[in-house]
């Protein structure tokens, strides 16, 4: 190898560690934001919970898949990929809001530090 190709190489392996860096703090940012979504939706479990809600809202998730896929579409992000994230994230907080319903609000408050964040989605 020519010590141009090293140098060549040498930038690429630099402009790799920035971009990486950048992907890192994106993930980090990423984790922070869920954690709050999920402080949000405890709070919708407990309200469902408290007044004999169903733990799910279909209607609810349907308008939320379609404003994501076309958020995702205007971000020229996969919108199936969104929708896939969507029903990962909602599937969580059912099951936090059942456990919540079938707990008593109290002892579901209690075990909800489980899972994807420990709180539902919707």
Same mark, same amino acid.
């Given at each position: 190898?020519?010590?141009?190709?090293?140098?060549?190489?040498?930038?690429?392996?630099?402009?790799?560690?920035?971009?990486?860096?950048?992907?890192?703090?994106?993930?980090?940012?990423?984790?922070?934001?869920? &954690?709050?979504?999920?402080?949000?939706?405890?709070?919708?479990?407990?309200?469902?919970?408290?007044?004999?809600?169903?733990?799910?809202?279909?209607?609810?998730?349907?308008?939320?898949? &379609?404003?994501?896929?076309?958020?995702?579409?205007?971000?020229?992000?996969?919108?199936?990929?969104?929708?896939?994230?969507?029903?990962?994230?909602?599937?969580?907080?059912?099951?936090?809001?059942?456990?919540?319903?079938?707990?008593?609000?109290?002892?579901?408050?209690?075990?909800?530090?489980?899972?994807?964040?420990? &709180?539902?989605?919707?």
């Amino acid at each position: 190898m020519t010590t141009e190709a090293f140098d060549e190489r040498d930038a690429a392996l630099s402009e790799l560690l920035g971009i990486r860096s950048s992907i890192d703090n994106i993930d980090a940012a990423l984790i922070h934001l869920l &954690a709050e979504r999920f402080k949000f939706t405890q709070q919708v479990g407990r309200l469902k919970a408290q007044h004999g809600l169903p733990p799910s809202d279909p209607e609810r998730e349907k308008r939320q898949i &379609a404003r994501l896929r076309a958020l995702a579409e205007d971000a020229h992000l996969d919108p199936a990929f969104a929708e896939k994230w969507f029903n990962f994230v909602v599937a969580e907080v059912i099951q936090h809001h059942e456990e919540l319903a079938g707990n008593g609000v109290a002892g579901a408050a209690a075990a909800s530090g489980g899972g994807a964040g420990g &709180a539902p989605a919707s």
